[in-house]
């Protein structure tokens, strides 16, 4: 599997971006897929996942009420909507499948549970 992310850039605070992720391989419809992200100086951190149906979705309380994440099985990707942005949420973004526990329902949060990461996209939110 490979994880190709984009959408990543500058923005001021309270702006908005997208990431997507787009994946490779037939299974993309079977598993979850997780957001990650990582600061300069700070260990990883969850953000966001989606079990593989879409029906199943968890959040970091920092994000919370202002992110979502998405997926379209049918294009191979996954997303992340990011709205009222703030300079603490500067960081880069991963994005995690978890190819190992097909069809599981639970969404899970941990970074050890994701076999398959992608490069990463900076994001940068101004103040």
């Known amino acids: 599997v490979q994880l190709v992310e984009s959408g990543g850039g500058l923005v001021q605070a309270g702006g908005s971006l997208r990431l997507s992720c787009a994946a490779s391989?037939?299974?993309?419809?079977?598993?979850?897929m997780g957001w990650f992200r990582q600061a300069p100086g700070k260990e990883r951190e969850f953000v966001a996942a989606?079990?593989?149906?879409?029906?199943?979705?968890n959040y970091a309380d920092s994000v919370k009420a202002r992110f979502t994440t998405s997926r379209d099985n049918s294009k191979n990707t996954v997303y992340l909507q990011m709205n009222s942005l703030k300079p603490e949420d500067t960081a880069v973004y991963y994005c995690?499948?978890?190819?190992?526990?097909?069809?599981?329902?639970?969404?899970?949060?941990?970074?050890?549970?994701?076999?398959?990461w992608g490069q990463g996209t900076q994001v940068t939110v101004s103040s």
């Open positions: 995690a499948a978890d190819t190992m526990r097909p069809f599981r329902v639970v969404v899970t949060t941990t970074p050890a549970e994701f076999n398959y």
């Open positions: 391989g037939r299974t993309f419809s079977s598993y979850a």
């Open positions: 989606i079990n593989w149906s879409g029906r199943g979705t």
